[in-house]
Nanobody, 125 residues
Framework: VQLQASGGGLVQTGGSLRLSCTAS????????MGWFRQSPGKERELVAA????????FYENPVKGRCSISRDNAKNTVYLEMSSLKPEDTAVYYC???????????????????WGQGTWSPSSS
């Protein structure tokens, strides 16, 4: 499975971000998907996760209320939209796939087995 992320780049504080991640292969609708981020000097952390069908979503507290994860299984693509960006949102953002999920969605980094290349998104005032 190959994951290709796009959409990063410099964004103004208070602005919005939209990231896309497209997966290769024909089994995308069997993958639990997630978006993670890693800020300089920090560990990679979960931002949001979405179930196989897209019916269940999960958001970590720092982004809750200003973030939306969605997927289009017909296009093998998962999206992340974030608004009201803060300087602390500056990070490299990674999409990830759990190709053999135990449940409908996956929270833990260690359970994701394929990763995109990361897209850098600095938030600047």
């Amino acid at each position: 499975v190959q994951l290709q992320a796009s959409g990063g780049g410099l964004v103004q504080t208070g602005g919005s971000l939209r990231l896309s991640c497209t997966a290769s292969g024909r089994d995308f609708n069997t993958y639990a998907m997630g978006w993670f981020r890693q800020s300089p000097g920090k560990e990679r952390e979960l931002v949001a996760a979405i179930s196989l069908s897209g019916g269940i979503t999960f958001y970590e507290n720092p982004v809750k209320g200003r973030c939306s994860i969605s997927r289009d299984n017909a296009k093998n693509t998962v999206y992340l939209e974030m608004s009201s960006l803060k300087p602390e949102d500056t990070a490299v953002y990674y999409c990830a796939a759990d190709t053999d999920p135990i449940g409908k969605w996956t929270m833990y980094l260690s359970e994701y087995d394929y990763w995109g290349q990361g897209t850098w998104s600095p938030s600047s005032s």
